[in-house]
C-alpha cells in the first residue's frame, strides 16, 4: 500500500500555486507514487485569499499562522514563504520533526542558512531547497555528458538570468526590492539559481569577486500590510520609499577544478522574461541551454569528423531522457510547470526511501555561501576566497 504524506504549506502567490500544482499531479503521471501527497492545509496571512487558492487546488483546510500548522500533526512542510519566513519556520519545522522542502535562496544570509541546515541536521529529517532547474530533462541531460566526459575538461562557465519586470520607475516596493525580507534583490533571486546550476555541473567555486548596481532608489510604497508579487498589486499612493537591494549583480568565479566563470543577474534587461542561459565550453565539445526553449540542449563536440562538426540541437522528449517517459510521446514538449513536479516526486521518494536529495539544506548553504562572498566581494573591491564562508 502506497504510503500518505499529509503537507502543510506556507504560503498562497506565485510559488504556492506551482508547488500545488506539483503535489496534484504526481499521483496521476509518476504512476504509482513513492508517496500519496495529502494537502492537508495550506497557510497565509490573508485568509480569503488562502481559502480561494485551497479551494482552487483542493486544500483540505486553511490556516493563518504558520505554528498552528506546524504543530497540526502534519508530516511534511513545503516553505513557499517570502525569503523572510524561512528561518524560523524551516527551524521550527526541523524541530517538530517535520520533513522540509523549502523555495530558494534558503535563507535571507549565510548564518540563517547554516542554522536551518544545523536544525534539519540534528532532527534527522529530510530537506531540499527547491532549486527546480535542475530537474529540466534537457539540464539532466548536460549533467549526462558531462559525467561521461563528452564534453571533456571543462574551460569555461558563463551564465545569465535575465528579466526586466521592474524597469518601470514607477513599480511599487514589493517585498522582493526590501533588503529585510528579501536578503538581496536579483542576486539572491537570480544568481542563486545559476549559481546551484554551476555547482550541479562545474563543480565547487573556489573564488569570486563582483560588483552590483541599484538602478532606481525609490519606488512608490504599496498599501499597508501588503507585500506584493511578481505583476502584483499596483501603488495607490505617491508616497516613496528606498529600495534596499540590488537589481542586478555581475560576477566572476574560479572553480576548484580549475574552469573560469562568469555570471550575471538583473531584472534591468528589457525584453527578457525568464532568461536563464548557460554555456560550458571544454577540451572536446560546448553546452548550451536556455530556459525559454527548455525542451532543447546544444551540444557540440570536436570528435564528429571535421566536416561534419556544428552545434547540435537536441529535442529532450524521448523516453530515456530523465523524467521524460512519466508525461508525453516522444517530441511531445513539457513546460516551466513540470520541474516542481520532478523534484516533489524526487523528495517525497527520499522521505519513504529513508535516503537523501540534492540540494539538500546542506547543499543549498553551499550556494548560499557563494552568494555571501561575492556581497563581500563587492564591499571589500577584492577576490573573496569561498574556504572562508563554509
Known sequence: MVRELKVGMLGYAFMGRAHSNGFNQIPKFFYPPPAIPVKEVVCGRNEAA????????????????WRKMLKSGIDVFDNCGPNNLHYEPNVVAAEEGLHIISEKPLARNLKEAKEIAAAVQKA????????????????????KLIDEGLIGRIFHWRAVYLQD????????????????????????????HIVDLARFLVGEIDSVVGMEETFIKERPLLPKGAQGELGGQKATTKEMGKVTVDDAVLFLSKFKCGALGSFEATRFANGRKNYNCFEINGSKGSIVFNLERLNELQFFSSEDQRFAQGFRQILVTEGEHPYVNKWWPSGHIIGWEHTFTHEIHDFLKAIVDGGSVLPDFADGVKTQAVLEAVKQSIQSKTWEDLSKYV
Open 50 to 65: 488562502v481559502k480561494s487558492m485551497a479551494e482552487q487546488f483542493g486544500w483540505n483546510r486553511v490556516e493563518t499562522d
Open 124 to 143: 534527522g529529517v529530510v530537506s531540499m531547497v527547491a532549486y527546480n532547474y535542475r530537474r529540466v530533462p534537457a539540464v539532466q541531460l548536460a549533467k
Open 165 to 192: 519586470w521592474i524597469i518601470d520607475p514607477n513599480h511599487p516596493l514589493v517585498w522582493r526590492l526590501q533588503g529585510d525580507l528579501a536578503g538581496s534583490g536579483s542576486h539572491g533571486d537570480l544568481n542563486a
